[in-house]
């Protein structure tokens, strides 16, 4: 098992920054902590995923060069820098982690995927 915290969300305007945080802690190895997004009467989607031990990134082509995922392996912490926010990118975001290693982007961006989740966290981006 796998619990993941999300914390950092909050209320911005349109051009700002904010930085979220998934901490992770159990007995489960981690290969990999991925980051979805949920706006009100849409589906989860997939937003940015890291691999643990190579450090491998992917992200969706909405998100891309505007946000960045990291990961500290000795904290088993993994981050997301949200810079550029638009009004589009107001969703509850979630942590997820999967339960086996597995290779390529189209595993990591697939929701199936992931096995564990946070509770979430609200990202507002107000225009």
């Known amino acids: 098992q796998v619990q993941l915290v999300e914390s950092g969300g909050g209320l911005v305007q349109a051009g700002d920054s904010l930085r979220l945080s998934c901490a992770a802690s159990g007995r489960t190895s981690i290969y990999a902590l991925g980051w979805f997004r949920q706006a009100p009467g849409k589906e989860r989607e997939f937003v940015a995923a890291?691999?643990?031990?190579?450090?491998?990134?992917y992200y969706s082509d909405s998100v891309k060069g505007r946000f960045t995922i990291s990961r500290d392996n000795a904290e088993n912490t993994a981050s997301l820098q949200m810079n550029s926010l638009k009004p589009e990118d107001t969703a509850v975001y979630y942590c997820?982690?999967?339960?086996?290693?597995?290779?390529?982007?189209?595993?990591?961006?697939?929701?199936?995927?992931?096995?564990?989740w946070g509770q979430g966290t609200q990202v507002t981006v107000s225009s």
């Open positions: 890291i691999t643990w031990s190579a450090g491998i990134t």
């Open positions: 997820a982690a999967p339960s086996r290693m597995n290779y390529g982007a189209a595993y990591y961006r697939r929701r199936g995927s992931y096995d564990y």
